[in-house]
């Protein structure tokens, strides 16, 4: 009786630890620095989409060159018009909002999400008014 309980709780474990590892891979959002999205951009097939979370106020007052302006608080699945399969690269002030973004965006089936950790507090490239 004894081995059969430990038989079943080690196939439960590995069962639960397999999901957990699908789970874990199927919505996992990256995280770059400033200096690998500025050679994502530089590097851009046309497969990615770049977009700045911010409000149009802090758009407006310096954002990366050729971004689109997405802010957080309009982002819906009819506002997330990109195709699903897109690289999306995902910026805001400091990482904070952008990761939120990418957790959106998951909900809305869209799976290869890239967060910009630091974001414009960290970006050293040129900067657009």
Known sequence: M???IIAGLVVLLFVGF????FMNQSTSVSNISTDEMAAKMNQNDGNMVFIDVREP????????PGIVNLPLSE?????ADFPKDSEIVIICRSGNRSLQAAEKLQGYGFTNL???QGGMNDWNGE???
């Not at 106020?57 to 990366?64: L, R, S, W, Y």
């Open 18 to 21: 397999i999901g957990f590892q």
């Open 2 to 4: 004894t081995k059969k």
């Open 57 to 64: 106020d802090e758009f407006a007052a310096g954002h990366v």
């Open 127 to 129: 900067v657009e008014y």
């Open 114 to 116: 890239i967060n910009v």
């Open 75 to 79: 982002l819906s699945e009819e506002t």
